[in-house]
């Protein structure tokens, strides 16, 4: 059974950094595709980047577009999300997400992950 477990985050200065670990157990981490999701209280969830098998491919949203890195090491199972200038408005749960079908296919629609994370904190302030 595929697991994710998310770590890092917390309490964050505005224009600081943090940075976010996801570990998978229970599979084969590298045929997985994998993303990064928050939301915030009272939104809908939505796509931060996500990563192919490989490491090689990205996509990220504009709203985080040269402020995060998505990255994976596969011989250790786990994907970052490094945040740098952080800003109050990235204040949200965040998720870590596998799929192990044709991830740029849609990859910024959670449904079409079939794994999640329990989620992590992270809270910016001004």
């Known amino acids: 059974q595929v697991q994710l477990v998310e770590s890092g985050g917390g309490l964050v200065q505005a224009g600081g950094s943090s940075k976010l670990s996801c570990t998978l157990s229970?599979?084969?981490?590298?045929?997985?595709?994998m993303a990064w999701f928050r939301q915030a209280p009272g939104q809908e969830r939505e796509f931060v980047a996500a990563?192919?098998?490989?490491?090689?491919?990205?996509d990220y949203a504009e709203s985080v577009k040269g402020r995060f890195t998505i990255s994976r090491d596969n011989a250790k199972n786990t994907m970052y999300l490094q945040m740098d200038r952080l800003k109050p408005e990235d204040t949200a749960v965040y998720y870590c997400?596998?799929?192990?079908?044709?991830?740029?296919?849609?990859?910024?629609?959670?449904?079409?992950?079939?794994?999640w994370g329990q989620g992590t904190q992270v809270i910016v302030s001004s």
């Open positions: 997400a596998a799929d192990i079908g044709n991830l740029w296919d849609n990859e910024r629609a959670p449904v079409k992950y079939e794994h």
């Open positions: 229970g599979g084969t981490f590298m045929r997985y595709g």
């Open positions: 990563i192919g098998w490989s490491g090689s491919r990205t």
